[in-house]
T-cell receptor, first 113, second 114 residues
Framework: DQQVKQNSPSLSVQEGRISILNCDYT??????FLWYKKYPAEGPTFLIS?????DKNEDGRFTVFLNKSAKHLSLHIVPSQPGDSAVYFC????????????FGKGTKLSVIP | EAGVAQSPRYKIIEKRQSVAFWCNPI?????LYWYQQILGQGPKLLIQ????????DSQLPKDRFSAERLKGVDSTLKIQPAKLEDSAVYLC????????????FGPGTRLLVL
């Protein structure tokens, strides 16, 4: 039973355009969300996070939006660059005292020059 | 600041053999995690240490997997005996400690069981 779902295995975007990566979750106890980026043969790298008390967090070209009622979050990358090509993982912490981070399956983003 | 170190980077073994992976976390990080990432999946937590104590090992297949962090710094993860389905990337991560901390990952060890 997947608690964090990334339903798009892959996404292709033209350089300079917006990339939107989506993530849905089922566990209502999740209250802190993170996005990680992973290049081949490397470990995941932290990108941006958002707490459930917010609906938006911005860091440079990266913005994460959280819709708690829909149990949905999205990562926007504007403008997209070829170096953004990687696999993006959505992950969530439960607020029920657990330190366990639950990951989605990832979305492979390809930014075409 | 040095990142999370892991070795070896790659390992090929035959089923029923044993294998061990090593991880050195970022200096000062109290919490250490071992994840298994099967191809096409997200990382799945196997075990989590806070200093040298186990916080969560609920998803560790304890009949064949073991892990230790004796001095509260580096850690080893062992598989004995290995099965074909253990083929995966084993990721180590560390964090300062506490709920909601950002986890920093090492490059991983890619294991192939033949």
């Amino acid at each position: 039973d997947q608690q964090v779902k990334q339903n798009s295995p892959s996404l292709s975007v033209q350089e300079g355009r917006i990339s939107i990566l989506n993530c849905d979750y089922t566990n209502s106890m999740f209250d802190y969300f993170l996005w990680y980026k992973k290049y081949p043969a490397e470990g995941p790298t932290f990108l941006i996070s958002i707490s459930s008390i917010k609906d938006k967090n911005e860091d440079g070209r990266f913005t994460v939006f959280l819709n708690k009622s829909a149990k949905h979050l999205s990562l926007h990358i504007v403008p997209s660059q070829p170096g953004d090509s990687a696999v993006y993982f959505c992950a969530a912490y439960s607020g029920a005292g657990s330190y366990q981070l639950t990951f989605g399956k990832g979305t492979k983003l390809s930014v075409i020059p | 600041e040095a990142g999370v170190a892991q070795s070896p980077r790659y390992k090929i073994i035959e089923k029923r053999q044993s294998v061990a992976f090593w991880c050195n976390p970022i200096s000062g990080h109290a919490t250490l995690y071992w994840y298994q990432q099967i191809l096409g999946q997200g990382p799945k937590l196997l075990i989590q240490f806070q200093n040298n104590g186990v916080v969560d090992d609920s998803q560790l297949p304890k009949d064949r997997f073991s892990a230790e962090r004796l001095k509260g710094v580096d850690s080893t993860l062992k598989i004995q005996p290995a099965k074909l389905e253990d083929s995966a990337v084993y990721l180590c991560a560390s964090s300062l400690g506490g709920f909601g901390e950002t986890q920093y990952f090492g490059p991983g060890t890619r294991l192939l069981v033949l």
